[in-house]
Nanobody
């Protein structure tokens, strides 16, 4: 089994910062891309940022220049540093990872349970 465990969400005032973490554990052979998505009430889940192994980060236009994604491959962990937060960043943030459990296993997309980020005005 594979688990993604997120932490770091919470309540912050506009202009503040939060750092999300997501650690992958379990039977892992390799991890390709890791990233963050978010879903606000009444809206579809959207990509915030992702980071392929050995590749460049990809950001949603709405967070460019404010959010930074990074990975610690030794710890199978992805981070999302969120600065200059705005009320419209309020959402449940989900960690995503493309993981292969073994040589003969397919590559699958795994999700974390989600962590709430609330930005007050």
């Amino acid at each position: 089994q594979v688990q993604l465990v997120e932490s770091g969400g919470g309540l912050v005032q506009a202009g503040g910062s939060l750092r999300l973490s997501c650690a992958a554990s379990g039977s892992i052979f390799s991890i390709n891309a890791m990233g963050w998505y978010r879903q606000a009430p009444g809206k579809q889940r959207e990509l915030v940022a992702d980071l392929p192994s050995g590749g460049s980060a990809n950001y949603a236009d709405s967070v460019k220049g404010r959010f930074t994604i990074s990975r610690d491959n030794a710890k199978n962990t992805v981070y999302l540093q969120m600065d200059s937060l705005k009320p419209e960043d309020t959402a449940v943030y989900y960690c995503s990872a493309i993981i292969k459990r073994g040589r003969s296993y397919p590559t699958l997309n795994y999700w974390g349970q989600g962590t709430q980020v609330t930005v007050s005005s």
